[in-house]
């Protein structure tokens, strides 16, 4: 069984703009796709999800529209735009740096 893990500083960002580079989902819809990316390493709540969402829509990342969810409720679907792909690009590629850094620390004799 593997355990949760709390998320790093900054992760959240990546995480979300990862599991809406395939389309838009609603709230639910990307905590339960980052939940299954990470293989159920992070679960993301609602009380970090939505703002997170709103400080992303602010710095033009997300666009966001209603819509109805698989359930027949209403939900505020998010969706990548043209800097939120570009900023998902600067961050796949600054974080992989950091992941190759701290495995070269722990790898170190």
Do not use: C
């Not at 609603?26 to 709540?45: A, D, M």
């Not at 999800?49 to 209403?74: I, K, T, V």
């Amino acid at each position: 069984m593997q355990s949760q893990t709390n998320l790093l500083q900054g992760t959240l960002d990546l995480l979300i703009l990862k599991a809406l580079g395939a389309g838009e989902l609603h709230g639910l819809g990307i905590s339960r796709r980052i939940e299954q990316i990470t293989h159920g390493t992070f679960l993301v709540k609602p009380g970090s999800l939505f703002p997170a969402l709103h400080r992303m829509e602010d710095a033009g990342w997300l666009a966001s529209d209603w819509g109805e969810s698989e359930n027949n409720r209403r939900a505020r679907f998010y969706r990548l735009t043209k800097a939120g792909r570009r900023q998902l690009g600067a961050e796949t590629e600054q974080w992989t740096k950091v992941a190759l850094a701290m495995a070269n620390a722990l790898k170190a004799t």
